[in-house]
């Protein structure tokens, strides 16, 4: 059984990131994803490389969605933005929260997500599809599970079309927090964050950073091949692998890659699996 695919990209720092950037997305291209999404720096500091990546995107004949954070936004920031997406022929959004630049204070129209989901659909009505976040392992700053189901619903109700979760490697998180938000009535499509493991360094401190447990021996395997690069890209590759196709199975709606600006992983991942065109 195939499924939709999608993948996200950052904005690139440099020229030379930009051209990389580039060559990526066309490998990327050939497996005929939903559509691609860029992220968005805290305080929308990369506000500009954002939208100019989208714009890339688009030129290049495909759906790009761009991430919008709200941290610290004004409403008239917030509108004049959307009038910029729209022109551009942007139909989706990943409407989040964000993090505030460090030596912020809060300050703003938006302390929630879905302040801003609501905003955007009292502004622009049916104009995009906008996604939301969702953590299985519960937000890292959530005070509870229970609190972070209902901040979750708190989005879906105020107008998203569906949500993008946080990656996992726990496929038994993703359906109970299934089953949680189809309790409440939220019936949204949940599509899984997937995140192919290029190294263990980094992946075990941005996880640590983020909220995403790594299981222990997925852990003690990674930490045990040392600086094999290989070992480690072969074994995540299983890894990886065996989630997806336990999601599929589970009727999971689509599968959303975070390629970190690399094709290899993901161009594996959606091989073994049958994905894509």
């Known amino acids: 059984m195939s499924l939709p695919i999608s993948f996200e990209f950052f904005p690139p720092k440099t020229p030379e990131g930009a051209d990389k950037l580039g060559v990526v997305r066309q490998q990327l291209y050939a497996l005929s994803p939903q559509f691609c999404s860029v992220t968005y720096g805290a305080g929308g500091s990369t506000q500009e490389g954002t939208f100019a990546t989208v714009r890339a995107i688009l030129a290049e004949g495909q759906d790009g969605a761009s991430h919008f954070s709200c941290i610290g936004a004004t409403q008239d920031g917030v509108r004049a933005q959307l009038a910029e997406l729209k022109a551009m022929g942007v139909k989706r959004l990943v409407a989040l929260r964000g993090d505030l630049p460090s030596g912020y204070g809060m ?97 075990l401190r941005f996880s640590d950073a983020c909220g995403a447990e790594v299981p222990r021996w997925i852990r003690l395997r990674l930490q045990g091949f040392g600086d094999d690069v290989a070992s480690i890209r072969a074994f995540g590759l299983d890894v990886v692998t065996q989630l997806c196709e336990r999601l599929r199975a589970g009727g999971a709606p689509a599968l959303h890659f975070y390629t970190m600006n690399q094709s290899g992983a993901t161009q594996a991942l959606c091989q073994r699996l049958g994905l894509g065109a």
């Open 107 to 203: 300050g703003g129209h938006f302390q929630y997500a879905s302040d801003l989901v609501a905003f955007i659909r009292a502004e622009t009505g049916d104009d995009f599809h906008i996604e939301v976040a969702a953590y299985p392992e519960v937000h890292p700053q959530a005070r509870s599970a229970d609190s972070d189901l209902q901040a979750f619903a708190t989005k879906v109700r105020a107008g998203a079309s569906s949500a993008i979760t946080q990656y996992f490697f726990n496929a038994d998180a993703y359906f109970r927090f299934v089953d949680d938000a189809r309790r409440l009535g939220l019936d949204v499509p949940v599509v899984p964050g997937i995140m192919p493991i290029l190294g263990a360094t980094q992946l």
